[in-house]
């Protein structure tokens, strides 16, 4: 895909309330759109999407969205938004797969680091592009979705640059009411939300503390921080000048938010599988890889996992 | 104190589940037991001690028993038994020091490390010997104590060695249907416990999980393992010569026990504060003074304090 028109064909993969939001809104603006769900096929066929927005409500009537359940019955895409839960990556294979054709276009929204790699690996690096989705957004019911809050997206190349196709989404994505910003570095954005990600859901899902209870005492200051330092030298050891002063930045504005429960608490409260991998075990391996040492971000992967495992064999 | 006899004045300082059930049996035996108690003194002064115990239920009915809200108002005592919660050690001096005379020893039963050293500091190393109580037990109720298994005592001199002084603190428990046994090196007992202790405690606290949940899966195995032989390492260090075997024992131990919440774990949910210190602060301490690399008990340490302070400064 070489830009994104109102004639490419656009396929949402893991169509849950992120999917399900985003890929409303491109059809609402008049895209086409075409989304692979799981649970909620039933209810999306039957109901089309119900979006609550706090940047205004609307529906998306069965009749104007295209639902599917396997991949295999649907038409190849120009465009796929990938939006699976981080922990259903190794089935990238097959749920992609069928969707591609030559000069296809992957975007990945999903959550940390490594999933960009992992679809270069499979579809070839010059499909992929990655983006961050700055959102409050929660699945209230089946093929119901509540955006309460934020949606900038920022994206980029996985090869780095900006790029006509990057500009293209962007385009796409504002003239569907989303924000939208085009990175330079794709590395470093996501760098730089790992700063927040990497101590505040790894330490939120591990003690299962909000962040309001992280950093209102000194002793989880200290955590908080000294996981902060090591994200950032990890990121500078492979090529993503942070700067240092992102650690205050970050505990200020933590500070003006409420008790807020990160996705891998929710998660975890919920009994769910957690984005272990992603969001801290590919960080670690990445800074280890890199010569970073990094025992605070370790100890907190391997506390995340025990939990993890933990609920999962033990209910 | 030369000997415990049936003449000797006991004092329980901190009469909670622990000190209200040992305290409650040795005056059934027939000891002259004197109870300071803070929020269940009401209670016991009108109905007594009521004890559901698999070793057998009994009342300690109000005439039976003498209870005080005041150290002032009590009798000097030969020997003061001291279960305090361990959070409650800066109140050693004004709890215990009205009721020494010379020659009264002080026998600490609480959970952690340094508790017979602070009280060696305050009042003389020579009065002091200390305890560890293998009992589960509760408070169900104002001066309702509910024993539910074990209660062996290993007790020991704080100077080491066996002393027909512990030796009779020991036969007057055996009279009053408690095991017990004197430790010949109670240092040694005090590690061999933070073993379990450490990382059961400091995990279980920090990541809200029972015992069984830390070891059904390898990286919380892995985890319990590497913070055992940090334990151990530090325990040789100090003159605990603890062999290496402790920690399959351990581990081995804990899967015969179902979903077990400890002490800390309990307290957390409860809302209450922790032991942080003499459960995970002493023994880091001791370890890195001892010149021994702990990181893995510093890293369960900072959480469990981050957890205390966070949901005591955050309700």
């Not at 399900?20 to 008049?30: D, F, V």
């Not at 086409?32 to 209810?43: E, I, K, P």
């Not at 990600?197 to 299962?208: H, K, Q, R, T």
């Not at 971000?297 to 995340?304: A, H």
């Amino acid at each position: 895909m070489e830009l994104l028109t109102r004639n490419s064909l656009i396929a949402i993969v893991g169509a849950g309330a992120v999917g399900g939001y985003y890929g409303a809104r491109l059809a609402q603006a008049g895209h086409d759109v075409h989304f692979l769900l799981r649970s909620d096929y039933a209810a999306v066929a039957a109901n089309g999407w119900v979006v609550q927005s706090c940047d205004g409500d609307f529906r998306l009537p069965p009749g104007a969205t295209r639902v599917y359940d396997d991949p295999a019955s649907m038409p190849p895409a120009d465009l796929v938004i990938v939006t699976l839960k981080a922990t259903a990556n190794d089935r990238y294979a097959e749920l992609i797969g069928p969707l591609l054709k030559p000069g296809t276009a992957i975007l990945t929204l999903q959550n940390g680091l490594g999933n960009e790699e992992r679809l270069a690996g499979l579809f070839g690096a010059g499909r992929v592009l990655g983006g961050l989705a700055f959102v409050c957004i929660n699945r209230i019911g089946p093929g119901v979705v509540h955006h309460m809050d934020h949606g900038l997206i920022r994206l980029g190349e996985f090869g780095g640059g900006r790029s006509p196709r990057a500009e293209s989404i962007a385009a796409a994505l504002r003239g569907a009411k989303v924000r939208c910003e085009v990175l330079d570095s794709l590395l470093y954005g996501r760098w730089q939300k790992l700063v927040w990600n990497v101590p505040f859901n790894g330490l939120g899902a591990a003690l299962d503390l909000t962040t309001d209870l992280l950093i209102n005492n000194e002793a989880g200051t200290r955590l908080v921080t000294a996981i902060m330092r090591e994200v950032i030298a990890a990121a500078r050891a492979v090529g993503a000048a942070l700067p240092d002063d992102l650690i205050q930045f970050n505990l200020d504005q933590t500070r003006t938010m409420d008790a807020y429960l990160t996705s891998m608490q929710i998660d975890r409260q919920a009994g769910r599988e957690m984005e272990v991998e992603a969001i801290l075990g590919a960080p670690v391996r990445a800074a280890e890889a890199a010569g970073v040492a990094v025992p605070n971000m370790r100890m907190v992967y391997e506390l995340v996992a025990a939990v993890n495992l933990g609920k999962m064999n033990g209910g």
